[in-house]
């Protein structure tokens, strides 16, 4: 286990939110076919209302702050928030899109010391990344920023989003930016829209081509190890919880509503009517979330992935029960593996259907 | 002989995590975990103190070390953490509001 992984264990133990996701705006210059937000200002934090959070952040003992939109450069005081974060001495991670990133804005960003900088960027062709940003010129604009952050010797990231939209982009997107010599992140997840509005799931890939990305050396390592067969399900596994979101990470919205999770739009609170650590310790939503272990969980408790699952509590309460399945992440478990999750066989049975069939045969060497 | 006055960089992040700081250089990512001992030299850093007067007051009174052994394993924990840049080391005592834009 790397350090940063055993400090992360601790602040679970020791109740800290070690990791905060703040959006600091959900205003936006583009206007992706896949984003859950609505882009208008209802009311964002001011300046000062977002400095004194992160006073109390500090105080907390948060370390890792995200912050994120929106896109975050929309707010003509983004570059003096990521000052007063820095000068408290948080580890800061951007993402954006990067169209408004230029020289001055990366060697910024570089003086600040800010630790990440993650860009989207969804094709090669520009036909493509600008027909989902719906921005033209954006591709372009991306590119050059991911440049001049480099140039700056900030550490970037590309996240591209694999739909069914710019699938077949896919590999050439990757070759571009390990060209670019930046890292290259893909994420399959295409999640609902904070409101609950779940249209915006059709543009998810078929299952079948999960299995594309999970057979990638390129974006999964050893393929043989992610694709392993689900470990043994024991007391530990048991005993234990999905994620970290309301262990040691926690999600802030430009209005100053905290949820656990980006991805888990379960309202807990909000920092200008109460201070973050009476939400953090005392809010019932967010010690009815931590209090959830796996053994709690009336169907993934019985399931052979419940080890090894990516099981998402986000996406579970917005499929309607928080102690409930996550389609999408059975959905994984089973193209990772071949063998079908107790959520996928339950709903096979109650609507009289035969069960997925198991895609891979784990046979028993012989000698 | 001449005292040393040591600073925390401010191209670092840093918090106290349950008594043990942790701590991540902004130059280069490289992350630092600290032991109680060398979280009291830390948090003593201000620029001001000379290191010969932390490890007197603070570490010896604190923790069951001999003066003699303080002093070197704190020579030693300094000289690592400033060679990764996340601890100033000087002759003469450091300013403390140095802006958060110092050169790498």
Redesign the interface.
Known sequence: MS??A??GE??TR?G?P?SVHIDVTYRCNERCDHCYLEHDDKGEMTTQEIKDLLDQLAAA???YLTFSGGEVFMRRDFLELV?YA??L????QLKTNGVMIRQREAQRLR?????QVQISVYSHRPEVHDAITRLPGSLKRSLEAVRFLKSQGL?VTVANVYMKVNRQDQAATQALVRELGVEYKLDPTVTPMMDGNSSVLALRVDGERLRDVFSDPRLVGNVGEFCAPPQAVDDDVMESHSCSAGHASCYINPYGEVYPCVQFPLPTGNVRRQKFLDIWQHSPQMNEVRSIKVKDLPVCSTCTHAAGCSRCPGLAYMEGNMRGPSTADCEKSYYRTGIPSANMLRKAAAAGTAPPPRLVQILPMTV | MAETYIARS?????????G?M?I?S??D?T???LNPVATVIWQAADGKTPLSQIVSEQVCSEFEVEPEQARRDAEEFVSQLSQHGILLISDHPLSSDRP??EAP
Do not use: H, P, Y
């Open positions: 350090l940063q055993e400090m601790k602040a020791l800290i070690i003992n948060v370390f000052e820095r000068q001495q948080f580890n800061v003086e600040l010391g800010v630790e550490r | 401010t191209k670092i992040a840093a918090r106290n995590l349950g043990e942790m991540m902004a130059v990512s992350f630092f975990t958060a834009t």
